[in-house]
């Protein structure tokens, strides 16, 4: 199996008022996202690739027309965390893709250590 990432980078705010008084996370905060987005294939095409990474310009597109110096409170259904926009992306990516078929996870990192990851379940 061959998996390929592109990463991708937008800034937002957010608060995740669901969690207690005190928290840190609770207050308003933003972070400069990194997003990654994975393609797998069994085979290579015809050119060597997975996939030519330009067919994920539209994800680069999609990330800074909703997401970028947003606040994801307005923009996410639920608590706007890490683990739900990485869901909420790979769902994105699944409908609007061309090469939908090779989607194998979608990673969203708020920081260089941390990091939530959705694939479809097997």
Known sequence: MYV?????????SHRLESLPEGHPCRRLHG???????????????SHGFVVD???????RDFLRDIYDHRHLNDVL?????????AQTIYAWCEA???VA???????VSETDAT????????
């Open 31 to 45: 972070h400069n996202y990194t997003v990654e987005v994975q393609l797998a294939a069994a085979e290579l095409d």
């Open 53 to 59: 990474f330009a067919e994920l310009c539209p994800v």
């Open 77 to 85: 259904d639920g608590p706007p965390t890490s683990e739900r926009l």
């Open 101 to 107: 078929h090779l989607l194998h996870a979608v990673r």
């Open 4 to 12: 390929i990432a592109k990463r991708f980078q937008f800034s937002a």
């Open 115 to 122: 990091w939530a990851e959705y694939r479809r379940a097997t």
């Open 96 to 98: 609007n893709l061309p």
